[in-house]
């Protein structure tokens, strides 16, 4: 049982249509009736939903995300591109950052930077990932790889206060694999520390991400360090996605 404040991110990827909407009602009923603000749920579907998703939200006390934005918002043209300032105009309130699936599609840790510095000045929140392969973690580069993520992600961003970071293995996304708790601790303790140390982070938030499920987040709420969950497939089923919260606290 947990008595933390805790975030529960729905990332929908590439998924979702006009149907998906109702599937909102469920979660719309559960958040509602949260008796102390125990917890904050944020809905990142894609570009195609944003505006709809608005209209259903905006009365509500869930958030708007979007899952990805290109890194200029200065009138350049860009084809089959969106940035953080058009995000902003459409009522997004958090951007998800530096995703891995992101990172293979062309993301660096520079473009990730500058989506960061662009995003800060639209006032959009940030949900920022980072996270190692599996062949990074089998030579034992885990450390490495995140704190480069870190240090090159946020070069030069002065206000860290609205970034909240989800360490997401890559090995994890999308297959039913979990890292155990103590490797995960470690992992997220390694993550805080760097933030306290290197950037003067006092309460950094670290959420975990990959493979989140209402049977395994019984055991991954026992990481009393863990800020919260993103949720890739499960979160489409409004279901799973409130019995995950749910298990998070009782
Ligand atoms: P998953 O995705 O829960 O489907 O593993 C998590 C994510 O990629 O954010």
Redesign the pocket.
Known sequence: MTNKFMYF?A?W?MFGDLKSLNSLTKVINFSKKQKKKRFKLIYCPPFTLLNLFFNRLKKTNIDLGAQNCHHDFNGTAHTGFVNSKMLKNIGAKYV?LG???NRVAGDTDLTINMKIKSSIKNKLKIIF?IGETNFQKKKKLTHKTISKQIRKGLKGVKNLNNILF?Y?PVW????GAVPVNKELKKNINYIKGVLRKNFNLKTPKVLY?????PVNVKNLKEINIIDGF??????QNPNKFIDIVKKTFN
């Open positions: 991110i990332n990827k998800i995703h891995s699936e990932c989800a997401e994890a996304i999308g297959t991400g990959g493979s989140v499920n993103l949720v890739g497939g499960a979160s």
